[in-house]
């Protein structure tokens, strides 16, 4: 199976940076993206009819100045917007039955929403029992995902009783030494990640706390549907598949032109745990008009399979020029942050976004 590389669908909207991607629930028909711009937006990737049919006289006048190679990218619909940040959203997480949805960033708090009605039924936090600092991510937990689990840069992980209307958290797992990054929950497990270079995985029923250490900052974490496995993203230009049992590196994915030293972008599993995905910092070789680049390994090889460039967004929405410190004009690039694939990475389709703010959703056509 070929890496999908052509974009299907372009989502519009946000006024910022998108920090947050995620799929709804199985069939994951929806995509919710999380900006910098406070606002959370509920988008359907699938355009709802094409502009002009294919046999239209419109599109047959335009088609000598529209090569036919490369027909215009479709737009996605933005269904709702949920808007009671304070501050830059960063994570999402969205529960099995998609009639709710948790999310977290600067607030320091994590906010329980209803999807429906798009308003919030709680907010976990913003009192002294709850994180003194920016939440960097959230997931539901538990049984009927009663549970939310949040990490922060305050170096703790927070357990929320979603039914209980108790104000502090059932759980503080604080055995990190810097900002929590990531986590990753499996049945009674919770997997976090943090800027200390460790992975460290609870056991919540058993009252355990095992520790992996990385060594550089950890950026991101990501499951194998087994349970097995981990993929954890660091700070040092590579990303690890990690045995959870031995806590063995079974396979390291990096390249030369590859460089992720400074920014928390996120690396995920996709195509039924075929592909290892991650972004780029754009440091190494800087992209053309502010585009931005995705790479793609083989999970079992670890060769390189796909680096694929990614525009800033349609045509229309090219990047505008910045002065930086030297007072010259710089070219932006368009860096990668957030990944999403549908079905937990065993969907028909992904989506990418960073600083042009424009989702670009890709597919198996």
């Known amino acids: 199976m070929a890496f999908p590389d052509k974009p299907i669908a372009h989502l519009l909207g946000s006024n910022g940076p998108v920090h947050a991607l995620t799929y709804s629930a199985s069939p994951g028909t929806y995509i919710l993206a999380g900006s910098a711009d406070r606002s959370i937006r509920l988008y359907n990737p699938q355009p709802s009819t094409s502009i002009h049919p294919s046999s239209s006289h419109i599109t047959k006048k335009n088609s000598s100045s529209t090569t036919t190679n490369h027909p215009p990218v479709p737009e996605g619909r933005l269904i709702q917007t949920y808007s009671a940040h304070g501050y830059e959203v960063l994570s999402l997480s969205v529960a099995a039955d998609n009639a709710r949805f948790a999310s977290a960033g600067g607030d320091r708090s994590v906010f329980l929403w209803d999807v429906a009605s798009a308003q919030t039924l709680r907010r976990f936090g913003g009192n002294q029992q709850g994180h003194s600092a920016r939440v960097n991510c959230v997931s539901f937990a538990g049984a009927d995902d009663s549970l939310l689990v949040s990490g922060s840069l305050d170096a703790s992980v927070r357990v929320w009783d979603v039914k209980s209307n108790a104000l502090k958290p059932v759980q503080v797992l604080s055995e990190a030494r810097d900002s929590v990054s990531a986590v990753a929950v499996r049945g009674p497990?919770?997997?976090?990640?943090?800027?200390?270079?460790?992975?460290?995985?609870?056991?919540?029923?058993?009252?355990?706390?095992?520790t992996d250490v990385i060594g550089p900052s950890v950026t991101s974490l990501s499951l194998t549907r087994d349970g097995k496995a981990v993929l954890v993203g660091s700070l040092d230009s590579k990303v690890r598949m990690m045995d959870r049992e031995s806590g063995n590196c079974l396979k390291t994915y990096s390249d030369p032109?590859?460089?992720?030293?400074?920014?928390?972008?996120?690396?995920?599993?996709?195509?039924?745990?075929?592909?290892?995905?991650?972004?780029?910092?754009?440091?190494?070789?800087?992209?053309?008009?502010?585009?931005?680049?995705?790479?793609?390994?083989?999970?079992?090889?670890?060769?390189?399979?796909?680096?694929?460039?990614?525009?800033?967004?349609?045509?229309?929405?090219?990047?505008?020029?910045?002065?930086?410190?030297?007072?010259?004009?710089?070219?932006?690039?368009?860096?990668?942050?957030?990944?999403?694939?549908?079905?937990?990475?065993?969907?028909?389709?992904?989506?990418?976004?960073?600083?042009?703010?424009?989702?670009?959703?890709?597919?198996?056509?």
């Open 257 to 365: 032109e590859w460089k992720n030293e400074d920014l928390r972008i996120q690396s995920i599993l996709g195509g039924k745990e075929q592909f290892v995905l991650v972004g780029d910092e754009m440091t190494g070789t800087p992209g053309r008009n502010g585009e931005g680049r995705i790479w793609a390994w083989d999970v079992l090889t670890g060769e390189l399979k796909a680096r694929v460039s990614v525009p800033w967004g349609p045509a229309g929405h090219e990047p505008k020029k910045f002065v930086g410190k030297d007072g010259k004009p710089k070219e932006r690039s368009n860096v990668l942050s957030c990944f999403a694939w549908r079905e937990n990475g065993f969907g028909d389709q992904y989506c990418v976004s960073g600083t042009s703010g424009i989702v670009a959703v890709f597919g198996y056509h």
């Open 189 to 210: 497990e919770i997997v976090s990640g943090s800027v200390d270079g460790r992975v460290r995985t609870y056991d919540v029923r058993m009252g355990r706390c095992v």
